[in-house]
């Protein structure tokens, strides 16, 4: 599962953070389409302040990768938000691998 969250009231720089995050999906999909074997991807735009408060975000736009908060306050990089997907893909399959028997 890769659960995006993108905070922001709706301004514009919110949407640009979606829409890096779109196209940083994508982009890495087709570089690396064995990261995303099996994986459910889903975007939500939380614009309720309970919901920044949660995350700690005290300025907006901030985005949150599998309930981690990548950035906020600013416009992350295209390669700052590929970073983060590759590292949360990576340890959702780590996790997602059953342990390596070992000889009896």
């Not at 940083?24 to 570089?31: G, H």
């Not at 920044?52 to 950035?71: C, D, R, W």
């Amino acid at each position: 599962m890769l659960n995006i969250k993108v905070l922001g009231p709706g301004c514009a720089n919110c949407f640009k953070v979606e829409g890096l995050a779109i196209a940083a999906v994508e982009f890495l999909n087709n570089q690396k389409p064995q990261l995303f074997e099996g994986v459910k991807v889903t975007l939500q735009h939380l614009s309720d302040r309970n919901d920044f408060a949660k995350y700690h975000v005290m300025y907006t736009p901030g985005l949150v990768i599998n309930e981690q908060l990548v950035s906020a306050g600013r416009l992350p990089s295209a390669l700052e938000i590929i970073g983060a997907l590759e590292k949360a893909l990576s340890a959702d399959q780590t996790t997602a691998q059953p342990p390596a028997s070992r000889p009896a």
